[in-house]
């Protein structure tokens, strides 16, 4: 089996109910990823915790020293867990997540997290384009509804959207169930 790492993208208070920018069923997206956490924390796996930060205090969410910005408790890092602060959709994009991943020879990424159709989908496109295999646990990912030419759409929508096409070409689509039983076996 391939040297496998997590990637739990931008699983921060703003996105949950009462938030700056609340989407979809953050707390059944939460749930899924601290499942996934358990289980490469009790295997002793590396894992990545990537945190958002809008430069500008005028930012209309993610404001480095508020609530929001932090990495909600369903998942918080632990104590020697590696923190990746970042400001852009891609994970890679003027961070050290490339070189950490390289330094421990990982061959293979499974990300989760926050914004499906942005930051989930920058990442694991980079994340193929850098030569990594790549897993997006689908489940335990969301999206907001969002809106183009007058017209919302909804955000299962946005979602499924999104992870079909990643399916297509750049990433393995699992459940956290199906995934888990696969690793677990």
Do not use: W
Not at 25 to 35: G, L
Not at 41 to 69: C, L, N, W
Not at 74 to 93: C, D, H, M, T, W
């Amino acid at each position: 089996m391939k040297k496998t790492a997590l990637i739990l993208v931008d699983i921060q208070n703003d996105y949950f109910p009462n938030g700056r920018m609340e989407l979809y069923e953050t707390e059944k997206a939460a749930a899924n990823a601290r499942k996934l956490l358990d289980f490469y924390r009790s295997k002793d796996m590396q894992t990545f915790h990537i945190q958002h930060i809008f430069p500008s205090p005028d930012a209309p969410f993610f404001v480095e020293g508020t609530e929001g910005v932090e990495i909600n408790e369903a998942v918080s890092p632990l104590e020697g867990e590696i923190v990746i602060q970042k400001n852009y959709p891609n994970s890679f994009r003027e961070t050290h997540l490339l070189q950490y991943l390289q330094e421990a020879d990982i061959e293979h990424v499974v990300i989760c997290g926050m914004m499906s159709h942005m930051c989930i989908d920058a990442t694991a496109r980079a994340a193929v384009d850098l030569g990594f295999q790549c897993t997006v646990i689908e489940d335990a990912c969301t999206s907001p509804d969002i809106t183009v030419h007058n017209r919302t759409i909804p955000a299962i929508d946005v979602h499924d959207t999104f992870m079909a096409a990643l399916g297509s070409l750049y990433a393995d689509i699992k459940t956290t169930e199906t995934y888990l039983e696969l690793v677990q076996n």
